[in-house]
């Protein structure tokens, strides 16, 4: 199977980022894709929003990457058809600390993907949920991406904030990932009754054309309600406005013919 890394990346918090690696993960997999999610935040927010613990002291994204845990037995299932996850710990926030004298360990997670190909090549998709910062986990999930998913939200601050993203993307080619590249821009949180979204939906798509998707995320207070519930919102209300655009932003997803640019990220 030709499996597809994709980090999903916003340094900035509060983005709908874990909210979109889990319902279009669920979208994806409900479209009979194998996809594998791992929780590289220490915050362990996707872990909790399918109904895990992020308080697993064995089984967990931080054993794995000291080698305390093979990748197979952190592996876990998930009560969604198809979609698995090895879930975050909060000693993942200690591992920057940890791993100082460790020249390669921008490359930690890339070998223990690649040692273990048999596993790893069973999905379709793999997506890292990443912590809202430029830091080495961050790092270390673009060193083993293929590509990368960016929300965006629709508000003032956003299109500054994607400015570094996009220089500190385009370090990350230039020194360690040189074939890694931007799949897509998704627009989240928009509020259309708010002149200002409809004005960073016009910038967005000025400045990164058709790599931002025509399919929009709106505010929708049932994407917030769904992680309490530890469940996706496509499965805890499939026919809400936010679970439709996730559905749709699937279809959208599936259908891209990526172009493996050579220059920019963007």
Not at 76 to 95: A, R, Y
Not at 163 to 185: A, C, E, F, H, V
Not at 243 to 252: C, F, G, P, T, V
């Amino acid at each position: 199977m030709n499996r597809t890394i994709l980090s999903v990346i916003n340094q900035k918090g509060g983005v709908g980022k874990t909210t979109t690696v889990i319902n279009l993960s669920t979208a994806l997999a409900q479209q009979n894709n194998k996809i594998l999610i791992i929780d590289l935040d220490p915050q362990g927010n996707a872990t909790t929003g399918l109904g895990k613990s992020n308080s697993d002291e064995k089984n967990n994204v931080y054993n794995l990457l000291i080698n305390k845990v093979s990748f197979e037995n952190s592996v876990q299932s998930t009560e969604v058809k198809n979609l698995d996850l090895i879930p975050s710990n909060v000693n993942l926030s200690g591992l920057e600390v940890e791993t100082a004298n460790e020249p390669n360990r921008a490359f930690i997670l890339k070998e223990i993907i690649d040692r273990n190909s048999g596993i790893s090549s069973r999905y379709d998709y793999i997506f890292i949920d990443c912590p809202p910062s430029l830091n080495l986990l961050t790092v270390m999930s673009l060193v083993c991406a293929d590509e990368l998913l960016v929300p965006l939200q629709a508000e003032f601050f956003a299109l500054e904030g994607i400015t570094q993203l996009i220089k500190t993307i385009d370090r990350i080619k230039m020194n360690l990932n040189p074939s890694l590249l931007i799949r897509g821009i998704i627009l989240t949180m928009y509020d259309k009754r708010n002149k200002l979204s409809s004005q960073v939906n016009d910038e967005a798509r000025k400045f990164f054309k058709e790599k931002v998707y025509q399919t929009i995320i709106p505010r929708n207070v049932r994407l917030s309600e769904a992680p309490s519930h530890g469940t996706p919102c496509i499965i805890y209300d499939k026919k809400c406005l936010g679970s439709k655009s996730y559905l749709s932003l699937a279809d959208e997803f599936l259908s891209q013919k990526v172009k493996k640019n050579l220059g920019s990220a963007a």
